[in-house]
């Protein structure tokens, strides 16, 4: 039996820790002091150690697979541009036990209460720079600190709601906070998956191991929110920067868990003190606010002017009392790195106790005493920003000083100091644990910290049980953050009892009821329109694309009339046959997926995937297809992979608003498309093999052959792709189809009076059912496609303002 086949029988742990070594001075989550396996670890150890390389493998692709088929990612920016990176799981999750857990959590709640205090301090009376606990020089100077926002009190009664701690394990084994989130704390939704694709890695085991679930969390933190509303008529909004923001997929995926509507900046408005949304119903009132933007970019009105993230008028909402923002704004005050220096003697202060989790120690070198301490230990010392918000581990701008100094590297240090010396803090070097983590199929030590994340609820604070840790790269690195090459794990929380199974589902007594879906904001509805739009032009051209090729293929020439014509007719589409795969063809799908990104939140993963795999293809094709057959054999593959993103699209979406406009968006494409193209290739002077290929391109050619006795001409053409309503490819049937779901959209049916869009549609089907197939002319058509065209613009000034 190969040793690559199976682990060593005789001690099956030994081989699987082969060559795992605690670092010196070091605390590791795995061997404890005593160089034995932690109790918490050993039923997990034990079954990975009983598998083979084999097996190890497959568990841990199918971790990444379901990272994958989510499509789970994050956005790394490079020198040039930003991209998607798969999410990079660390496979072994973090363990910890319910006691320290206790602790840990004990003391993340007194510190959640004690930054309550201060932020409400900072922004109400100002006692503790009044009574020198804190220098005013640390919050005046702060960019954190926001004048527009002193004496504004929380609607909420409470400044923060949501926050997360990053905390570390230091070398003498007690856990230490490295830094404070409560700006806008990303990562819970990561947790999330982090737990749903490391259960897959551990199916078997984590079925029967006694893991805290975090179903509850996310339940108790809904209720919460939906708890804050001013009454049952408001909404609770998630306010995000956007698709292109690092942690966006995240802002999505949270949103569609929770239910809540994900807005951005431009969704939102405030009409006397009261912020509301832009939805295709019209203004609705949004009373809670969970933003994942930084404050500065909130209100251009009296915040950063520069800002094309917020909305314009959102302080004098807050000012009002209309809106609880998640958390308040100017709370991300209490990150700066700073404030760790002050927090321990402020926690005496103002509740006679010590801190139960001590921070990274800190000096301000703004006071003498300790910018002298700092000159005097800096080869000791990480010394960088005083402001600085992010992480230790993540920051750029930290000059970590060690080792011995000479004369004039100290005197230049010092001289950089005293310079600086009210915008630096020196903090002490710390050196975090290590936690296992896969090394091929064995176990290596890597240095982690952990995030963990509490919600206020009328009970109280509420911690996570769990998390997600970050994971060096390499056992001496210190750089954490994903974008320096770090990774994720999911953290278990292990209970010695038998734990309950949690859902998003509370337990009711009540009658069953069925809530009504949720409005459609504008901006979601003008981007599920061109969507449509998108896709159907895309397959269209892609059609016109294939008939060219096919009979290019056929001819050996393109120099015949009926490609000369069909040439000219794409040309008018900013369409060139010599192109290869057209840039037309690209750009239109870049913009399907740029628009389906806008809202994410309101597509099933499968479709999502589809659209991805799609536009994946016309990358890869770009580079590979030739003119004739391989290019027609290429249409007809893109052809496949848009009919399965349309079905799953619109065989799932739930038959309401959104489906409407994505519907009407594809309908006005497709009638639009066959209207030019039945001018074009109807017209008295179109060459042989148009009639033809116009009822090839609409995928119609069995239709007409069992409709019509007849060989192909004029007459049985537009009699069906343009006047027969049982044709999904005729334009009246898209007519019909179109009016069916504007007569659905709200405020369709006011006073009982038509609308300007239902004015429009009835003129535009009427002209056209007035038609006979020896009447509908391609001038008559030309007209058509105007009136068509025109309702684009109608439904935009109706809804999509």
């Known amino acids: 039996m190969s040793q690559q086949g199976k682990r060593a029988t005789n001690d099956p742990v030994a081989s699987l820790l082969a060559g795992y070594r605690a670092m010196k001075d070091v605390p590791d989550e795995l061997i404890g002091p005593d160089g034995a396996i932690r109790p918490v670890w050993s039923s997990l150890i034990d079954a990975v150690a009983r598998m083979t390389p084999e097996e190890i493998a497959l568990r841990k692709s199918r971790g990444d697979q379901y990272l994958a088929d989510a499509g789970v990612f994050y956005?790394?920016?490079?020198?040039?541009?930003?991209?998607?990176?798969?999410?990079?799981?660390?496979?072994?999750?973090?363990?910890?036990?319910?006691?320290?857990?206790?602790?840990?959590?004990?003391?993340?709640?007194?510190?959640?209460?004690?930054?309550?205090?201060?932020?409400?301090?900072?922004?109400?009376?100002?006692?503790?720079?009044?009574?020198?606990?804190?220098?005013?020089?640390?919050?005046?100077?702060?960019?954190?600190?926001?004048?527009?926002?002193?004496?504004?009190?929380?609607?909420?009664?409470?400044?923060?709601?949501?926050?997360?701690?990053?905390?570390?394990?230091?070398?003498?084994?007690?856990?230490?906070?490295?830094?404070?989130?409560?700006?806008?704390?990303?990562?819970?939704?990561?947790?999330?998956?982090?737990?749903?694709?490391?259960?897959?890695?551990?199916?078997?085991?984590?079925?029967?191991?006694?893991?805290?679930?975090?179903?509850?969390?996310?339940?108790?933190?809904?209720?919460?929110?939906?708890?804050?509303?001013?009454?049952?008529?408001?909404?609770?909004?998630?306010?995000?920067?956007?698709?292109?923001?690092?942690?966006?997929?995240?802002?999505?995926?949270?949103?569609?868990?929770?239910?809540?509507?994900?807005?951005?900046?431009?969704?939102?408005?405030?009409?006397?003190?009261?912020?509301?949304?832009?939805?295709?119903?019209?203004?609705?009132?949004?009373?809670?606010?969970?933003?994942?933007?930084?404050?500065?970019?909130?209100?251009?009105l009296e915040l950063d002017e520069s800002s094309r993230l917020g909305t314009a008028g959102l302080l004098g909402a807050v000012r009002s009392g209309n809106v609880t923002m998640v958390n308040a704004l100017g709370s991300g005050v209490l990150e700066t790195r700073a404030l760790l220096a002050f927090l321990p003697r402020i926690c005496r202060a103002l509740t006679g106790q010590p801190l139960m989790l001590p921070n990274i120690a800190t000096w301000w070198c703004g006071q003498a005493k300790e910018r002298n301490y700092v000159k005097e230990n800096a080869q000791r010392m990480t010394i960088g920003s005083a402001y600085a918000t992010r992480p230790p581990f993540d920051l750029d701008d930290v000059s970590a000083v060690a080792g011995t100094f000479n004369r004039d590297i100290k005197q230049t240090i010092d001289s950089w100091i005293d310079d600086g010396?009210?915008?630096?803090?020196?903090?002490?070097?710390?050196?975090?644990?290590?936690?296992?983590?896969?090394?091929?199929?064995?176990?290596?030590?890597?240095?982690?910290?952990?995030?963990?994340?509490?919600?206020?609820t009328p009970d109280g604070w509420q911690v996570m049980p769990g998390g997600f840790a970050r994971i060096g790269p390499s056992s001496h690195s210190a750089a954490l953050a994903l974008q320096r090459g770090g990774s994720v794990a999911d953290v278990w929380v292990m209970s010695k009892e038998s734990v309950p199974t949690e859902t998003m589902l509370g337990s009711s007594t009540g009658p069953f009821t069925r809530q009504q879906p949720g409005v459609l904001p504008s901006r979601a509805a003008d981007n599920l329109f061109w969507l449509g739009r998108y896709v159907e032009r895309a397959e269209h051209t892609i059609r016109l694309l294939r008939a060219y090729h096919i009979r290019l293929a056929e001819s050996g020439t393109e120099l015949t009339p009926l490609l000369e014509h069909l040439a000219e007719f794409l040309e008018e589409m900013d369409t060139d046959v010599e192109e290869g795969l057209p840039t037309s063809v690209v750009n239109t799908l870049a913009s399907a997926n740029y628009a389906a990104g806008q809202v994410r939140d309101r597509f099933s993963v499968d479709g999502w995937l589809a659209l991805h795999d799609l536009v994946k293809t016309v990358r890869n094709m770009t580079q590979t297809v030739t003119p004739g057959d391989d290019m027609a054999r290429a249409m007809s593959i893109l052809l496949r992979k848009l009919s399965g993103f349309s079905g799953l699209i619109h065989e799932n979406m739930y038959r309401f608003t959104s489906w409407r406009f994505l519907s009407i968006g594809r309908g006005l494409e497709r009638a639009l498309s066959l209207t030019n193209m039945l001018s074009s290739f109807t017209h008295e002077h179109a060459p042989d093999g148009c009639l033809d290929m116009a009822i090839e391109v609409a995928d119609s050619a069995m239709t007409h052959r069992r409709r019509y006795a007849v060989a192909t001409n004029r007459e049985t053409v537009i009699d069906l792709l343009a006047l027969d309503p049982l044709n999904p490819r005729a334009i009246i049937y898209q007519l019909n189809d179109m009016s069916s779901h504007i007569n659905f959209l709200p405020n369709s049916d006011q006073n009982r009076q038509l609308n300007p869009l239902q004015r429009t549609m009835l003129q535009t089907h009427t002209s056209l059912e007035l038609h006979t197939p020896e009447t509908l002319s391609s001038s008559a058509l030309y007209d058509l496609g105007g009136e068509i065209a025109s309702l684009s613009d109608h439904l935009s000034a109706s809804y999509l303002r």
């Open 421 to 456: 010396a009210q915008h630096l803090v020196g903090q002490e070097a710390v050196t975090l644990s290590t936690t296992p983590a896969f090394d091929g199929d064995r176990l290596v030590p890597r240095p982690m910290n952990l995030r963990v994340f509490l919600v206020r």
């Open 75 to 300: 956005r790394q920016y490079g020198t040039k541009d930003a991209a998607e990176r798969d999410w990079p799981l660390s496979h072994m999750p973090v363990l910890i036990d319910e006691e320290e857990w206790k602790h840990i959590s004990g003391g993340l709640i007194q510190r959640a209460e004690l930054l309550e205090q201060v932020v409400a301090d900072i922004y109400g009376e100002n006692k503790l720079v009044a009574n020198g606990h804190l220098p005013a020089a640390l919050v005046a100077n702060n960019p954190e600190w926001l004048r527009p926002l002193v004496g504004v009190k929380p609607a909420s009664g409470h400044f923060l709601h949501f926050v997360a701690f990053d905390i570390g394990r230091g070398p003498n084994g007690e856990w230490w906070v490295i830094g404070d989130r409560t700006q806008a704390p990303s990562g819970a939704g990561f947790a999330l998956e982090n737990r749903i694709a490391t259960t897959r890695v551990y199916a078997d085991h984590y079925a029967r191991a006694k893991v805290f679930r975090l179903a509850g969390f996310f339940r108790a933190f809904r209720d919460a929110l939906m708890g804050l509303r001013e009454d049952e008529g408001s909404r609770v909004g998630i306010l995000t920067p956007g698709p292109m923001n690092d942690t966006y997929f995240e802002h999505a995926y949270i949103a569609r868990y929770l239910g809540f509507m994900l807005l951005e900046g431009e969704d939102l408005t405030v009409r006397n003190g009261q912020l509301m949304v832009r939805t295709v119903a019209g203004l609705r009132p949004v009373s809670v606010l969970w933003r994942r933007l930084d404050a500065n970019w909130a209100d251009p």
